[in-house]
């Protein structure tokens, strides 16, 4: 029996070597970076960084980028407060205005004890019920 018709799967190395062979400038993988790679690589980085749009990448372009970054941080639509981290509810308010919500915000629902729902009304309801109440009063 030969040992030349053994498959042999490529160590995690080799996988390695064999990504790590294209440069993130061999725009069209052919595993060389030429002149082509380069320019095209040029036209995406600018196009990504030019805030203005008249096709290239200047000083002014660099301030609207500097400017986003700056700005970047997010505070409560509705009373303004920073934002700690990124809304967990991706609603772009606070957690305490989250939990509060206004009459308009607030699930349709009566409750058993004849109170109105004191949830949040659910983006998925057509409605105006909350996420326990949609399921409820609300065929999907
Ligand atoms: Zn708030
Ligand atoms: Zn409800």
């Known amino acids: 029996m030969s040992m030349a ?8 190395a080799a996988y390695r070597q064999e ?5 993130p ?4 993988r052919d595993g060389k970076v030429d002149f082509k790679d380069l320019k095209e690589a040029k036209k995406n ?8 749009g008249d096709g290239d990448f200047d000083i002014n372009d660099l301030h609207a980028v500097a400017d986003k970054l700056i700005t970047r941080k997010k505070v409560c639509t509705k009373c303004g407060k920073p934002l700690k981290k990124k809304s967990k509810y991706q609603t772009g308010v606070c957690v305490e205005c989250y939990r509060n919500p206004s009459d308009e915000e607030r699930c349709i629902a009566i409750t058993s004890s004849g109170a109105r729902c ?3 009304i659910s983006d998925k309801s ?3 019920y909350c ?6 009063y609300e065929a999907q």
């Open 19 to 23: 990504r790590m062979s294209y440069s």
């Open 25 to 28: 400038f061999d725009v069209n």
């Open 118 to 120: 004191q949830r949040r």
């Open 5 to 12: 018709g053994l498959y042999r799967p490529p160590t995690a």
């Open 45 to 52: 980085l600018v196009r990504k960084l030019d805030q203005d």
């Open 126 to 128: 057509h409605k105006g």
């Open 131 to 136: 996420g326990i109440h949609i399921r409820k």
